[in-house]
């Protein structure tokens, strides 16, 4: 059923206040997804303080358009929902988190970043970059690494004295 041009209007204003702040935005096919599901993946974006909205492709791009965002919009088959958030990985990371649990019924098909279209593929290498707490972790024992080599070496030779 079609709606009317206030409608219209009403749902294009609430989209583009929903994205102002955000500084990514990924484009997630949905396909026979449950409503528990969706239920369970809402509840698990909002721990993240990630958004999501399905919302008819012409209105998006028509706010997309008004945002000014450059390049190319990817292709945008079937039905469309929109994950954004403030934290510019947090969307993609958490949209490819719930499709490596169900393969079938969700996946990124391209997104905004950085105020330029990104594909499919450029999306999906975003969402596996680790979150800021893990690369920490990861540079920790990059550096302690060869420290910890040296320790056992010396015990090594300790043991052979």
Same mark, same amino acid.
């Given at each position: 059923?079609?709606i009317?041009?206030?409608?219209?209007?009403?749902?294009?204003k609430?989209? #583009?206040?929903?994205?102002?702040?955000?500084?990514?935005?990924?484009?997630?096919? =949905?396909?026979?997804?449950?409503? #528990?599901?969706?239920?369970?993946?809402? %509840?698990?974006?909002?721990?993240e303080?990630?958004?999501?909205?399905?919302?008819?492709k +012409?209105?998006?791009?028509?706010?997309?358009?008004?945002?000014g965002?450059?390049?190319?919009?990817? /292709?945008?088959?079937?039905e469309?929902?929109?994950?954004?958030?403030?934290?510019?990985?947090?969307?993609? %990371? /958490?949209?490819?988190?719930?499709? +490596?649990t169900?393969?079938?019924?969700?996946?990124?098909?391209?997104?905004?970043? /950085?105020?330029?279209?990104?594909?499919?593929?450029?999306?999906?290498? &975003?969402?596996?970059?680790?979150?800021?707490q893990? &690369?920490?972790?990861? =540079?920790?024992?990059?550096?302690?690494?060869? &420290?910890?080599?040296?320790?056992?070496?010396v015990? /090594?030779? #300790?043991?052979?004295?």
């Amino acid at each position: 059923m079609a709606i009317t041009k206030q409608k219209k209007q009403e749902v294009t204003k609430q989209f #583009a206040d929903l994205i102002k702040d955000a500084t990514s935005l990924v484009f997630v096919k =949905f396909n026979k997804l449950t409503v #528990a599901d969706a239920n369970n993946m809402r %509840r698990g974006f909002q721990k993240e303080n990630v958004g999501y909205k399905v919302i008819k492709k +012409t209105l998006m791009k028509r706010v997309l358009g008004e945002r000014g965002v450059s390049g190319q919009m990817p /292709e945008l088959p079937g039905e469309v929902a929109i994950a954004y958030g403030t934290d510019s990985l947090a969307p993609a %990371r /958490e949209v490819y988190a719930f499709h +490596t649990t169900r393969r079938d019924n969700i996946e990124i098909v391209g997104g905004v970043y /950085e105020g330029e279209y990104k594909t499919k593929e450029e999306m999906t290498v &975003l969402a596996t970059i680790p979150d800021m707490q893990t &690369l920490r972790g990861m =540079f920790a024992n990059i550096i302690n690494s060869p &420290l910890q080599r040296f320790a056992v070496l010396v015990s /090594e030779y #300790a043991k052979t004295k």
